[in-house]
Nanobody, 121 residues
Framework: QAQLVESGGGLAQPGGSLTLSCVAS????????MAWYRQAPGKERELVAT??????IYGDSVKGRFTISRDDAKNMVSLQMNKLHVEDTAVYYC????????????????WGQGTLVTVSP
């Protein structure tokens, strides 16, 4: 089975930093994209950042503050969050798209369980 495991969530102060990591394991291959979404209380889930071979895309609210990166050898995606705002408080979800077999492309999309980021004085 394939799964995503997220880590790095926790408590930070406004203006502080946190780094989230997500590792894909099991039967997922030929990863096409990796992304981070978040959902704050009372709000819909929104895109934070995504990365594929074409480049990166960031949500407007995090541009200039967050950086997404990937390590293909480790099947890992990270989100470096700087200059945190209280409004960044949310559950952050890792999202990965790839194939369930190394020999062909059969689309498989995974979601992590979510990791809570709380930004508070």
């Amino acid at each position: 089975q394939a799964q995503l495991v997220e880590s790095g969530g926790g408590l930070a102060q406004p203006g502080g930093s946190l780094t989230l990591s997500c590792v894909a394991s099991g039967n997922i291959f030929n990863i096409h994209f990796m992304a981070w979404y978040r959902q704050a209380p009372g709000k819909e889930r929104e895109l934070v950042a995504t990365i594929n071979r074409s480049g990166t895309i960031y949500g407007d609210s995090v541009k200039g503050r967050f950086t997404i990166s990937r390590d293909d050898a480790k099947n890992m995606v990270s989100l470096q969050m700087n200059k945190l705002h209280v409004e960044d408080t949310a559950v952050y979800y890792c999202n990965v798209g790839g194939s369930d077999t190394p020999s062909a492309y059969r689309y498989l999309e995974l979601w992590g369980q979510g990791t809570l980021v709380t930004v508070s004085p």
